[in-house]
């Protein structure tokens, strides 16, 4: 079965420190998706990013990075220079190919809080 | 593009009541999911719909969860009668297919608080 662990209940930073949120998946599908979403305070969860398991490249996207790694399992999402505005709940997901449809498994999730 | 819409924005009622959450979808979504949320966890899909039939209810506790998506565009969950443990953030998401990979687009959430 799925599952998607995220180690790090809460994060603490000072404003522009580097922080690294991380993220570990298991899954017996070959295929899958794995997601990023963010869930500030209004509580409506917002898309950060979409992997697939055949693409294991990093991505950057602004201040944002991205570090796939398979033979690990682990998904890890960087964040460069943090601000204020970053805090919020951090999710990692998982969505399997080949047995559970477009069904997201979320993780527990992250406490980011940046502090100015 | 409209976002996903949902009503009430919360919903406070005591054990043994029923309630009901209403989801309108981004236009032209087929699928459409829910989600609970329990403080300080992860949200967790309770039913998905591909334009108005069911594609996965295996979570959904069916003893007093229902939802239905009338005309495969909103839809309306259920619970009754409603328990303590019930008390979550509501979740409604939508997607344009609802193939595996697809990004899903979450609606504000109703939170229900059950005493």
């Known amino acids: 079965a799925q599952k998607v662990t995220q180690a790090q209940t809460e994060i603490s930073v000072v404003e522009k420190e580097d922080v690294t949120l991380d993220c570990v998946y298991e899954?017996?599908?070959?295929?899958?998706?794995l997601f990023w979403y963010k869930q500030p305070p209004s509580g409506e969860l917002v898309f950060l990013i979409r992997?697939?398991?055949?693409?294991?490249q990093n991505e950057i996207s602004g201040r944002y990075s991205w570090n796939f790694q398979k033979s690990t399992s682990s998904f890890n999402f960087t964040i460069t220079a943090s601000q204020v505005v970053d805090s919020a709940v951090y999710f990692c997901?998982?969505?399997?190919?080949?047995?559970?449809?477009?069904?997201?498994?979320f993780g527990e999730g992250t406490q980011l809080t940046v502090n100015p | 593009e409209a976002g996903v819409a949902q009503s009430p924005r919360y919903k406070i009622i005591e054990k043994r009541q029923s309630v009901a959450f209403w989801c309108n979808p981004i236009?032209?979504?087929?699928?459409l999911y829910w989600y609970q949320q329990i403080l300080g966890q992860g949200p967790k899909l309770l039913i998905q719909?591909?334009?108005?039939?069911?594609?996965?209810d295996s979570q959904l506790p069916k003893d007093r969860f229902s939802a239905e998506r009338l005309k495969g565009v909103d839809s309306t969950l259920k619970i009754q009668p409603a328990k303590l443990e019930d008390s979550a953030v509501y979740l409604c998401?939508?997607?344009?297919?609802?193939?595996?990979?697809?990004?899903?687009?979450f609606g504000p959430g109703t939170r229900l608080t059950v005493t």
């Open positions: 998401a939508s997607s344009p297919q609802g193939t595996s990979g697809s990004e899903q687009y």
């Open positions: 997901a998982l969505s399997e190919g080949e047995t559970s449809g477009s069904r997201l498994t």
């Open positions: 899954t017996r599908d070959t295929t899958y998706y």
């Open positions: 992997r697939n398991s055949f693409d294991e």
């Open positions: 236009s032209g979504h087929a699928t």
């Open positions: 719909f591909q334009n108005n039939g069911v594609v996965d």
